[in-house]
């Protein structure tokens, strides 16, 4: 019985430890796996705070430039045909080259095959000499509204005399140039083809 006391006791001190380990340390140790994960996730979330924070500062800095170029673009593609607008700009630009006789003839907008935007067609026809219309040209192209070159055809100039049996053409050293310049509106609503919008009249009712 001596000898079976103390072993008795030692199994008894095992059982106590390994009931002391399940119930005591091995939560504590799952409590700290939690924490470590709960950790890693802050420090993750954390990192894409900043990045986010970063992304804000970054956005704020730059927009003062946003905003020109939205601005610009609203002026190279406004919210409406302008027609009256876009001729004056172009008579200045053709007073500006000395060009003349100097004629528009606009056809009717027409949607974009991507529904986006309206297109204006512009026949432009002007008479210059060669550096005159080179000028023309370069101030059409450095318009305030984005515009197109479809098309360009530039015969010689000249003066037409001569009476009901006669014809005479005398060169005068200038040049007669034909455009097809497309201009663009963001008012898909503006001619022919587009979608019913807000320029649209109202249908009387029982008509």
């Known amino acids: 019985m001596s000898r079976r006391g103390p072993l008795v006791a030692g199994a008894v001190s095992v059982v106590v430890a390994l009931l002391a380990?399940?119930?005591?340390?091995?939560?504590?140790?799952?409590?700290?796996?939690?924490?470590?994960?709960?950790?890693?996730?802050?420090?993750?979330?954390?990192?894409?705070?900043?990045?986010?924070?970063?992304?804000?500062?970054?956005?704020?800095?730059?927009?003062?430039?946003?905003?020109?170029?939205?601005?610009?673009?609203?002026?190279?593609?406004?919210?409406?045909v302008d027609q009256p607008g876009l001729i004056r700009l172009l008579t200045d630009a053709a007073d500006r080259s000395a060009v003349d006789p100097f004629t528009l003839s606009f056809s009717n907008p027409t949607l974009d095959t991507g529904g986006q935007f309206s297109v204006i067609p512009v026949q432009i026809t002007a008479n210059g000499t060669y550096f005159s219309l080179d000028e023309f040209l370069f101030r059409l192209e450095t318009l305030p509204r984005a515009a197109k070159v479809?098309?360009?055809?530039?015969?010689?100039?000249?003066?037409?005399?001569?009476?009901?049996?006669?014809?005479?053409?005398?060169?005068?050293?200038?040049?007669?140039?034909?455009?097809?310049?497309?201009?663009?509106?963001?008012?898909?609503?503006?001619?022919?083809?587009?979608?019913?919008?807000?320029?649209?009249?109202?249908?009387?009712?029982?008509a």
């Open 21 to 80: 380990l399940m119930l005591l340390v091995l939560p504590k140790m799952g409590q700290v796996s939690k924490a470590r994960d709960e950790l890693a996730q802050a420090h993750d979330q954390e990192a894409s705070l900043r990045a986010q924070v970063q992304a804000l500062q970054e956005a704020q800095a730059s927009a003062p430039k946003t905003k020109r170029q939205i601005a610009k673009i609203s002026g190279e593609i406004p919210p409406t």
């Open 150 to 206: 479809t098309a360009i055809t530039v015969a010689p100039g000249g003066e037409t005399t001569g009476t009901t049996t006669t014809t005479t053409t005398t060169s005068t050293g200038e040049l007669a140039m034909q455009l097809t310049v497309e201009f663009y509106t963001t008012d898909t609503s503006a001619g022919p083809g587009s979608q019913p919008g807000p320029t649209q009249s109202a249908t009387t009712p029982g």
